[in-house]
């Protein structure tokens, strides 16, 4: 089975620095990835997404992720956080199972502070 | 372009008593997915529909039921409500090709089972 593992519950950040949001993935052929947020009372928003071609992936609000398949690694990154990027970050991958529904990790706390 | 809408939002249900959670897309989405979330533990699929008139259980079927007889809506029947089912519940869609789109989620309805 797809599965995905974000490993730390929660990430603190100074605004103006750079942020990472770290996801690790285990899947059998390709990955197909993806990065939600999810703002307090909100549905999930969809940033961006990994299918193929280039390793380095720009989605909304300034966010990109970084696809490593050595590392099986697919980190989020913002290179100036925002006080406004605080949320809950998803990172989830596609399962043919299913109706090809997503899997999604436990989710990463993110708080930036002023 | 309302998307995905989730009706109620909030509801508190006594042990036992049953209700039906309501999802709508005007998208014209094929595909109709149930996930509920708890914290901690990402999103969990319920259910999932390919099309009209078709569902299949998803990953965590059990106490739940769902129907689609229409493409727009995709209920959700909590019979015999537990407190195990206390959760937040979201409705997504997405194209058949939804590896390019990703999925719309609605907003979500906040569960508690007392």
């Known amino acids: 089975a797809q599965s995905v593992a974000q490993p730390e519950d929660q990430v603190n950040v100074a605004e103006g620095n750079p942020l990472t949001v770290k996801c690790t993935y285990s899947?059998?052929?390709?990955?197909?990835l993806f990065w939600y947020v999810q703002y307090p009372n909100r549905g999930l928003q969809f940033l961006l997404k990994y299918i193929t071609g280039d390793n380095l992936v720009k989605g909304s609000y300034g966010f990109e992720a970084e696809f490593n398949k050595s590392q099986t690694s697919f980190h989020l990154k913002k290179p100036s956080a925002l006080v406004s990027d605080s949320a809950l970050y998803f990172c989830a991958v596609r399962d043919m199972e299913y109706g090809n529904k997503l899997v999604f990790g436990a989710g990463t706390i993110l708080r930036v502070k002023s | 372009n309302a998307g995905v809408t989730q009706t109620p939002k909030f509801r508190i249900l006594k042990i036992g008593q049953s209700m039906t959670l309501q999802c709508t897309q005007d998208m014209n989405h094929n595909y109709m997915y149930w996930y509920r979330q708890d914290p901690g533990m990402g999103l969990k699929l319920i259910y999932y529909?390919?099309?009209?008139?078709?569902?299949d259980k998803g990953e965590v079927p059990n106490g739940y039921n769902v129907s689609r007889s229409t493409t727009e809506d995709f209920p959700l029947r909590l019979e015999l409500a537990a407190p195990s089912q206390t959760s937040v519940y979201f409705c997504?869609?997405?194209?058949?090709?939804?590896?390019?789109?990703?999925?719309?989620f609605g907003s979500g309805t906040r569960l508690t089972v007392v």
């Open positions: 529909s390919v099309g009209a008139g078709i569902t």
């Open positions: 899947v059998s052929g390709n990955p197909y």
């Open positions: 997504a869609s997405s194209y058949l090709q939804f590896t390019y789109y990703g999925y719309t």
